[in-house]
């Protein structure tokens, strides 16, 4: 990470701030962008992300650093610390379905400030929310989610923001991208200009763009199955 990523992104840090992090896991996840926040040392941070990393890596280094005091996700599972931390009252956490957190990020930067889904009514998800009938149906109302700061990672970006994903590394990172008040992006690959037709994240959403540290990319869990024919061979 270059000292200019790093200044630029404590340029946009406040302690107590919304931060949106794109990333599943540890695929797309921003490691530059995410080693700058902790660096800065800011504080009381309310993180919206679809986890939190694990220990030591991606959003575990913020939970390592106590900077963050509330969790929007959907899933935090892989991480112990979170689990600590949670358990001992030093985090908030508000968990919501995969879908709805996506759509919650989405609403927000299309300036929907409410939606309603029948997602998670008559469950604990719905307690305390308005609630609608539709056709007979009922609705928990969800609001949209707009961030302070959001934080992606893409393959490609150009110089005028627009940005391109690779497979499945694009996960949450346009939802993010398109939730924030300010969205920095750090890419892999930066380019004078990407082909309209193959835009992912239009540059309207994206306020600066950053080259990317080269760097091993992490796999949070390895699933393998043996090859057709080493049954044959044996």
């Known amino acids: 990470m270059s000292r200019s990523t790093s200044a630029l992104v404590a340029d946009h840090l406040r302690d107590t701030m919304t931060i949106a992090v794109g990333g599943f896991g540890l695929s797309g996840i921003p490691s530059d962008l995410i080693e700058a926040v902790r660096d800065s040392g800011v504080k009381g941070l309310t993180i919206v992300s679809n986890n939190m990393g694990v220990d030591g890596k991606?959003?575990?280094?913020?939970?390592?650093?106590?900077?963050?005091?509330?969790?929007?996700?959907?899933?935090?599972?892989e991480n112990k610390l979170f689990a600590r931390q949670y358990l001992d009252g030093l985090l908030e956490v508000e968990f919501n379905p995969q879908g709805t957190l996506a759509e919650r990020l989405r609403a927000g930067g299309a300036g929907i400030p409410a939606f309603y889904t029948r997602t998670g009514v008559g469950t604990q998800i719905a307690e305390g929310k308005p609630t609608a009938v539709f056709d007979g149906i009922t609705y928990v109302q969800e609001r949209g989610i707009v961030a302070d700061l959001a934080l992606v990672h893409a393959y490609t970006g150009d110089t005028y923001g627009n940005l391109r994903y690779r497979l499945a590394a694009r996960n949450f990172n346009p939802a993010v991208a398109n939730?924030?008040?300010?969205?920095?992006?750090?890419?892999?690959?930066?380019?004078?200009?990407i082909d309209p037709e193959l835009?992912?994240?239009?540059?309207?959403?994206?306020?600066?763009?950053?080259?990317?540290?080269?760097?091993?990319?992490?796999?949070?869990?390895?699933?393998?199955?043996?090859?057709?024919?080493?049954?044959?061979?044996a």
């Open 179 to 193: 939730s924030g008040r300010v969205t920095i992006a750090e890419v892999e690959h930066l380019v004078d200009a």
């Open 58 to 77: 991606g959003l575990g280094l913020l939970l390592e650093n106590q900077q963050v005091t509330k969790v929007v996700a959907s899933y935090v599972g």
């Open 199 to 233: 835009v992912h994240t239009p540059g309207v959403y994206v306020t600066h763009v950053v080259q990317a540290t080269d760097r091993v990319k992490d796999i949070e869990q390895r699933t393998t199955r043996p090859h057709p024919t080493q049954g044959a061979l």
